[in-house]
């Protein structure tokens, strides 16, 4: 959303006080964001699976907060645990992640109408998590 913004002020189709009328409702979304992940329980990082698993209607109607927020829990830690310095760009080590997201969600029931697009934002997730674990 950020990055978004920002293109659109360099390319002058945002004024200054539009820009930063975006700004504040980015900073007040991070906040509501940050109060439902206290609300749930989930630290920030898993928040961000949570929401990348929520995306799916079917599978909040199907498996409900609860199990989703433990899918969050346990792909947070797998992802924790298997993510290596160069995992971004060997492919094998985004393969072996791809498939350990899809025994994860299919572990739990997660609806296979959505389920690839739910393992392409997690490992986009992923991506930014790594980028923040210190090696």
């Not at 329980?41 to 698993?53: H, I, N, Q, S």
């Not at 792909?75 to 985004?94: L, M, P, Q, Y």
């Amino acid at each position: 959303m950020l990055e978004r913004s920002i293109k659109k002020y360099q390319n002058n189709l945002l004024s200054s006080a539009e820009i930063i009328q975006e700004l504040i409702k980015i900073a007040q979304e991070i906040k509501n964001s940050d109060q439902e992940a206290e609300k749930l329980g989930l630290t920030k990082d898993e928040m961000a699976f949570y929401d990348a698993l929520e995306t799916n209607d079917s599978a909040v109607a199907v498996l409900g907060d609860e199990t989703l927020r433990t899918i969050a829990r346990e792909i947070t830690d797998k992802v924790r645990a298997n993510t290596t310095i160069d995992w971004t760009i060997r492919e094998s080590a985004r393969a072996k992640l791809m498939v350990i997201v899809k025994r994860t969600l299919t572990k739990y029931g997660y609806p296979p109408d959505k389920q690839q697009k739910a393992i392409d934002t997690v490992l986009r997730q992923a991506e930014l998590l790594a980028d923040n674990i210190n090696f």
